[in-house]
């Protein structure tokens, strides 16, 4: 079963920007669509972003316009730029494949108002 390690989370102010890296323990031009989701405190984890093997995108209505997720084939990584963030994104951010129940470990996003 593939594995991702999410890592890029930090503090930033409300306005910054941040990009999150993730690894695949597998190519993933053999993974069809891989998202990012997040989990805020007190929260259920929610699905953000996706993209296909193809590049196709799609996002959540609330990040639509400031997220731009984006995969590179060659280095097995799936990357999610973060821009004009808010304090409601703070969350931590998983990658993963949809309907996969095996989690990593996130990597942890806090937007200071």
């Known amino acids: 079963q593939v594995q991702f390690v999410e890592s890029g989370g930090d503090l930033v102010q409300a306005g910054g920007s941040l990009r999150l890296h993730c690894v695949t323990s597998?190519?993933?031009?053999?993974?069809?669509?891989i998202g990012w989701y997040r989990q805020a405190p007190g929260k259920q984890r929610d699905w953000v972003a996706s993209?296909?093997?193809?590049?196709?995108?799609s996002y959540v209505d609330s990040v639509q316009g400031r997220f731009t997720i984006s995969r590179d084939n060659a280095k097995n990584t799936v990357d999610l730029q973060m821009n004009h963030l808010k304090p409601e994104d703070t969350a931590v951010y998983y990658c993963?494949?949809?309907?996969?129940?095996?989690w990593g470990q996130g990597t942890q996003v806090t937007v200071s108002s």
């Open positions: 993963n494949v949809p309907g996969s129940d095996k």
């Open positions: 597998v190519s993933t031009f053999s993974i069809r669509t």
């Open positions: 993209i296909s093997r193809g590049g196709t995108t």
